[in-house]
């Protein structure tokens, strides 16, 4: 029973409490004010975090480069803004795409690497070049057959 | 139905917890209680126009058969900026299904213009063949009270309901649409409970693996009294990579809550569901928690016809940064005209994270 119990609060504890919530829910603002964005920054505190809810460990490689440029949890406005000249002043380029972190952001876009893309299906892939059947053919095939059945069974 | 004193749903649908191909029973159900006209012989009896094909095709005992189209014309107007129309050709499904003693399968196979993606047997952007639902099961009585099932299946979690955008089905992620996951599933009836618990192997038609969800997923419901059920459910996933975006790295997402069935006359349904959701990032990260809730009343107030109205609340991000209330409130029209023929049609306000809007639905729905 007691192990049982155990069990149970473990359960509950990693999935239902929040575990070390070190976040400066800040962070964004300062980030907007330092480049004198119009709009916060896109993705929120996930430009640093593994979720929209922000805390604990820096997961993201745009997070990770402005620790290295000295950011951390006390860091204020003008610890923000030389943080974010650092990283424009060595272009700084977290997903590769070309673009600068600081252009990224400039420009709402998260400057962060997007992922693996899901894709579905089995495997089947380009069967056909067009849609084989339109939608108005289907419904003049489906009424064909329900006319056809519906006098069939009246016979019957 | 549980206006109708049927306070489980084995007996006229093939998935025992409700939803999917109707049994020979069920379809006997929508000429003796559902539609407006095609009535029976001396008004109470089935005759063949609630089988296959109205009945043109016999088919043998051991097989069972059907199709469900569904076509819909929505039009959307955003607060600010112009309405839009679309037609949408919601499903185009064949179904069947096999008994061979104690042994079942079923499966489905279809067509979807756009959307249906977790569900699409085809790897196309658009135009894809769908295969919702594909099972084999073995029943270990003769009563089909306690039902062992492999394959694809709909999620057994809350209140099974068709309509797949509701805050319920999809913030939990748990509709009909193209939610469905591979696994394990029990099912167990008696007079007075049902339960369904699932071990869910992931999604084996959405690619690479780290996407897919492993977990469990279950529902228990009591009748509690005459035209009363009263239900609790509960799921908990993990995913190595999230395919919604919204966490980073892997994560273990879960909903719990309950849901209620109750008919205080044969002529109103009152069903309300009420679920907590969270998502933990398994790096450390906040977790982030939210709540939806609907409750629907439905008035048949002629045979065959009925009005409804849903309205429902999404809590997003409770306590949190990004804290948002949505609602939307739907007001239906439903009549089922003959056997195998349905018509719909509702209007909706919503300010959902969609932003805010009107909207108007038009469907027919055609079975066979």
Known sequence: MKTIHSFCLVLATGVLLPTQAFARSDFPALIQTSLMLTQPPPSGCLLCHASSGGGGTVVQPFGIAMKAAGLNFGTDQAGMTAALNTLAANKTDSNGDGISDVDSLKSTIDPNPGGASPQYGCGGGQVASQRPVGWQATILALLTLVLFSVRKSRKI | ?368
């Open chain 2, 1 to 368: 139905m549980i206006r109708h004193d049927y306070t489980g749903c084995a007996l006229c649908h093939t998935d025992p917890s409700g939803g999917f191909l109707l049994t020979p029973y069920g379809r006997a159900q929508t000429q003796t209680l559902l539609s407006s006209y095609g009535k029976g012989p001396e008004g109470n009896e089935v005759d063949g126009r609630s089988q296959f094909l109205f009945g043109a095709m016999p088919l043998p005992d051991w097989l069972n058969v059907g199709f469900s189209g569904r076509y819909m014309y929505m039009y959307q107007k955003p607060s600010a900026g112009p309405g839009l129309g679309a037609s949408v050709w919601m499903q185009s499904d064949a179904r069947a299904a096999v008994n061979i003693g104690q042994l079942e399968a079923a499966g489905s196979l279809g067509f979807s213009h756009q959307g249906g993606l977790p569900a699409a047997v085809t790897s196309r952007p658009k135009d894809n063949l769908v295969s919702r639902e594909f099972w084999v099961g073995y029943n270990f009585d003769e009563e089909k009270n306690n039902k062992l099932r492999l394959g694809r299946m709909y999620l057994p979690f809350g209140m099974r309901t068709i309509d797949h955008t509701l805050f319920i089905r999809n913030v939990t992620q748990t509709d009909l649409d193209s939610q469905e996951q591979y696994g394990a599933s029990f099912f167990h009836q008696s007079e007075s409970y049902r339960y369904e618990l699932m071990a869910i192997a992931g999604n084996y038609q959405l690619h690479p693996d780290t996407f897919r969800k492993r977990g469990y997923s279950a529902y228990l419901e009591y009748a509690v009294a005459n035209r009363f059920g009263l239900g609790f459910s509960s799921m908990v996933t993990y995913q190595g990579t999230d395919d919604q975006k919204q966490v980073v790295g892997s994560l273990v997402r879960g909903a719990h809550g309950s849901f209620a069935r109750w008919a205080p006359t044969s002529d109103l349904a009152i069903m309300s569901e009420l679920d907590v959701v969270h998502t933990n990032p398994t790096s450390g990260g906040n977790p982030v928690f939210g709540a939806v809730g609907m409750l629907q009343a439905d008035w048949e107030f002629v045979r065959g016809v009925h009005g409804v109205a849903t309205p429902e609340l999404y809590l997003a991000d409770v306590g949190g940064k990004a804290n948002k209330t949505f609602y939307r409130g739907w007001l239906t029209f439903a009549w089922y005209v003959y056997p195998h023929v349905d018509l719909r049609a509702d209007g909706i306000v919503a300010d959902d994270p969609m932003g805010k809007y009107t909207m108007g639905l038009g469907q027919i729905h055609l079975s066979l």
